[in-house]
């Protein structure tokens, strides 16, 4: 077991950035190869798989088809061939309906640093729900502890306002820079993702986009939204500068680590540039912490580039993997737009509300799994397990010759096979013919990788958690290069 308990709660779990010009060079040198996938003839021995061992899983799919659209309810869950159904999740493990057993390397999509359905977290949880049941509707003590806790961890945060999403939080938080700037334009990075508020579909994954995702959205909802290029200060600027004399920029919202969780990743200096852009123009810089909040250490994203943004969103696991989970953090004097309560003390207000937000269950856990990953030091132990599943990975691909790219931020490991989600509308041509056939290589690694007992975020992302020790990396060592001599 790789853990221990004399871990610094300043420490990060990410030991070194990427070199930036040498992994961009890797990756575009993956995205200009052809697909190079699954070999087609050991592709049957794959779909296999799921056909012999997966029976009540497609039974349960080919349900869930009748009555949910799609057949799952999330946007990168796993479908190829068909959804897999878990019955079972407990630390780097899960279990699906047919009893076969997975690395679990998506925990949950991010939340669960501790690893899944942490004992210690899940018994507070269950001790409130005893006594006070989910939800009251009044003050509870834990709502207050979260909020000390955050701040213990984050100091810039100096309160804390909690609501039911990340992408709650992120429409909280715009709505917040308006009302605190008087301020109306909000700049984005093209390819981030802050969730699905009518604003936010806007440069969705693919930078320059715009509003190619914007279905059912009114021209108007975004007609204050703009993006940048990743990485591109220049632009930026030229945006802040133009926005001045037509209104103002309210905020300019970033991932820290980069687009969808450092996919293309942000160069060592650029939230500093961009902090520094921002105190130039009177723009709030938001910080979405959904992901990297804990993941990347107790500071998060602002306490490893040292950068601090004036609203910080939190998602996932600020409460630990349960429910509910979103929140804005920020200085007392923006925060306190957003009061609660009845009764106006005569200020103007950003509205935001929901019946369920900051009920106890929720608190209680964001609380114990907070205070548990200082304890243990769970950022930086998840983080050993993704450098050294990095390794591990490198040293296979290399020893077979193949091109795909890993690199990792701490517990963030990017495993690209078809560097998909590195296209951008600088190569239109290329994007237009190319991105069916690349999604879906990612797809049959995906299902590759479970077949041999591998759970992957979308074939191509992985998230290690505490409860990944050296002998759970490297018997998934084991089972990749088993996938790797497929190809
Ligand atoms: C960076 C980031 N922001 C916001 C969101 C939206 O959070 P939620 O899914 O809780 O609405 C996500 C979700 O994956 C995210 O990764």
Redesign the pocket.
């Known amino acids: 077991m790789n853990m221990s308990a004399d871990i610094s709660t300043n420490a990060y779990s990410i030991s070194a950035w990427p070199d930036y010009p040498d992994l961009m060079g890797r990756l575009n040198a993956l995205l200009k190869q052809p697909v190079r996938g699954i070999a087609r003839q050991n592709m049957p021995q794959v779909l296999d798989y799921f056909e012999q061992k997966c029976k009540t899983s497609k039974a349960l799919a080919e349900r869930a088809k009748e009555v949910i659209p799609g057949g799952v309810q999330h946007n990168l869950a796993f479908n190829y061939p068909f959804a897999i159904a878990a019955a079972k999740v407990d630390g780097a493990y899960m279990w699906d309906e047919d009893g076969n057993r997975y690395i679990d390397f998506l925990q949950a ?1 991010g939340p669960t640093i501790l690893g899944s359905n942490y004992q210690p977290v899940r018994q507070k949880v269950h001790e409130i729900v005893e006594s006070c049941g989910p939800v009251t509707g009044l003050l509870h003590e834990y709502e207050i502890k979260l909020a000390e806790i955050i701040r213990k961890y984050m100091p810039g945060i100096e309160m804390f306002r909690m609501l039911g ?4 939080a ?1 429409m909280g938080a715009i709505r917040l820079a308006r009302a605190h700037t008087g301020k109306k334009w909000v700049i984005k990075v093209g390819g981030d ?3 699905w508020s009518d604003q936010m579909v806007y440069g969705m994954r693919v930078p320059g986009t715009g509003r190619r995702e914007a279905h059912g959205i009114p021209k108007g909802s975004t007609a204050y939204t703009q993006e940048v290029f990743p990485n591109e200060l220049g632009s930026l600027r030229r945006k802040l500068m133009l926005n001045k004399i037509r209104g103002g920029t309210a905020a300019v919202i970033v ?1 820290p680590l980069g687009p969808e ?1 450092g996919t293309r990743p942000v160069t060592p200096e650029y939230n500093r540039e961009v902090r520094k852009l921002c105190d130039e123009f009177g723009a709030l810089l938001i910080f ?1 912490e ?2 990297t909040g804990f993941r990347v250490g107790m500071g998060g994203g602002q306490g490893y580039f040292n950068v601090k943004p004036d609203i910080t ?1 939190f ?2 696991a600020i409460t630990g993997g349960y429910p509910m ?2 929140g804005i953090g920020g200085r007392k004097e923006i925060m306190m737009t957003l009061a609660g309560g009845i009764g106006g003390k005569g200020g103007k207000r950003a509205f935001v509300g929901g019946t369920l937000s900051a009920n106890p269950l929720s608190c209680v856990a964001g609380y114990y799994a907070i205070e548990e990953m200082a304890r243990t030091g769970a950022p930086v132990l998840a983080g050993r397990a993704g450098d050294r599943l990095t390794a591990g990975l490198k040293e296979i691909m290399n020893r077979l010759g193949l091109p795909y790219v890993v690199y990792n931020m701490g517990s963030i490991v990017h495993l690209q096979t078809s560097a998909v989600l590195l296209m951008s509308m600088r190569n239109p041509i290329k994007l237009m013919r190319e991105a069916d056939a690349r999604k879906h290589l990612m797809e049959e690694m995906g299902a590759a990788y479970l077949s041999r007992g591998i759970l992957t975020l979308a074939g191509s992302r992985i998230y290690t958690s505490m409860a990944d020790t050296d002998d759970v990396i490297d018997d998934a060592l084991n089972r990749f290069e088993d996938v790797f001599k497929l190809v």
């Open positions: 999509g999403s990340g992408t709650e992120v993702y802050h969730g991932e969780s979405d959904v992901v969103v998602g996932k989970a979103g």
